[in-house]
Structure formats: C-alpha cells, structure tokens
C-alpha cells in the first residue's frame, strides 16, 4: 500500500546549525506535500507545502526540496533555535485520485545547547 | 487557530461500550480526516471525507465509522471500543493545495 517515511526517528543538532530532516514516499503519483511541526502535547502545526511541479519552495527560515526521481523530499531549518524542538511530520496526498492526506512516523528534532 | 474543535476532549471508557468523538469546524472546509497518533505509529488516517455524506476509508479504519451530515461536523465512533483503540485522536481540515488545519486532539483511554 501507499507509505511515507521519514529516515530517522530521532536528529540531534547543535543549535545555530542547519537541519536537515529526510523523508520518502512510495506513491509516484502523489502531487502534494506538506512538512509538519508538532510540539508535545498539541496538534500537527503547517509549516511549508510543495506541489509536485515544483522542485523547491523556500519560507522563514525553511526550506522544502523535491526529488520526484527518488520520491524523496526534505526541509531544511536554517540557524536552528531551541524552539525548533519538536517532531517533524511529512505528508503526501494524491489530488484528484482519493485525497488521502498520509503522514509519515516523524522525526524528533532535538537541539544542543 | 483555524477554527477546528474536538470533543470530548478527554475521555475514559470500558471495552465494549459505544464512544463518539465530535469535530466541529467553521471554516467551511470541503475535506475533514480524523488520524490517530500512536508511540512509533506517526498519524495514521482512520477515515477521512470529501463532501457531506461523502466518506472513506483510511489506513486503519477496522473499529470505527464516521459520519458527516454537515459540513462543519465530523464524527468518529467505535461501536464497541477496545484497549487497543487508546490513543490520541485527531480531526483535520483541508481545502485543496492548502494548509491542512488540525484541532486539538482527543485523549481516548479504554480500560
């Protein structure tokens, strides 16, 4: 069936470096993709979207790249800060075909001081 | 805040009994989903809608049914619940290439 993961449960890194959070996707026809922030205890917060004609998409201090070859996607969080501690969700959804929205496990993004 | 309630928000029941969660939204949203989220599980989509009336089935929707008889109202029941739906329960919507919004979660303990 359709999956999509990311290739780390967990990322370690120093605050003021740039993260790099991973995630793959297995349906080739998937045509969106949206990146998620969820801190502990609340729901899944927006943070950057991409559309599958698109291979980058940059916003306050994030960026999304898309590899529709490998069906790999990644976000990119420039100058981490401690409030960037959260789990990262990616997600796919297939327009037009079932409109499913598919998350990923997530990745535990923990900054270093 | 997009608008988007859950309720109950906490809830503690018995195996076998009948619980219904309630999402309410204001935004006039075509799409509404309803994941759970589970340790090591991610977000994994029950059951979601594109319409009024209009439902189907996500990855893990064995034990629940939904229904939407409005547009601003999505519902989520397990008709005879078990230990192994305890989890926390989410309600999103959505309207085409845009942000998805989420509602505040639903803790559900069955015992």
């Known amino acids: 069936g359709e999956s999509v993961g990311l290739h780390l449960p967990t990322l370690s890194v120093q605050e003021g470096d740039n993260s790099i959070i991973n995630c793959a996707y297995s349906n080739s026809a998937s045509d969106y993709f949206i990146w998620y922030k969820q801190e502990s205890g609340k729901g899944p917060q927006f943070i950057i979207d991409i559309r599958s004609n698109m291979d980058k998409r940059q916003g306050q201090r994030v960026t999304v790249l898309l590899n529709k070859t490998v069906k790999h996607l990644s976000l990119q969080i420039a100058a981490t800060q401690p409030g960037d501690s959260a789990v990262y969700f990616c997600a796919a959804l297939t327009q037009n075909r079932d409109d499913k929205i598919i998350f990923g496990k997530g990745t535990r993004l923990h900054i270093l001081p | 805040d997009a608008g988007i309630t859950q309720s109950p928000r906490h809830k503690v029941t018995e195996t076998g009994t009948p619980v219904t969660l309630r999402c309410h939204q204001t935004e006039n949203h075509r799409y509404m989903y309803w994941y759970r989220q589970d340790p090591g599980h991610g977000l994994r989509l029950i059951h979601y809608?594109?319409?009024?009336?209009?439902?189907d089935k996500g990855e893990v929707s064995d034990g629940y049914s939904v229904s939407r008889s409005k547009t601003e109202d999505f519902l989520l029941t397990l008709e005879s619940a078990t230990s192994s739906q305890t989890s926390v329960y989410f309600c999103a919507t959505w309207e085409g290439y845009n942000e998805q919004f989420f509602g505040p979660g639903t803790r559900l303990t069955v015992l």
């Open positions: 809608s594109y319409g009024v009336k209009d439902t």
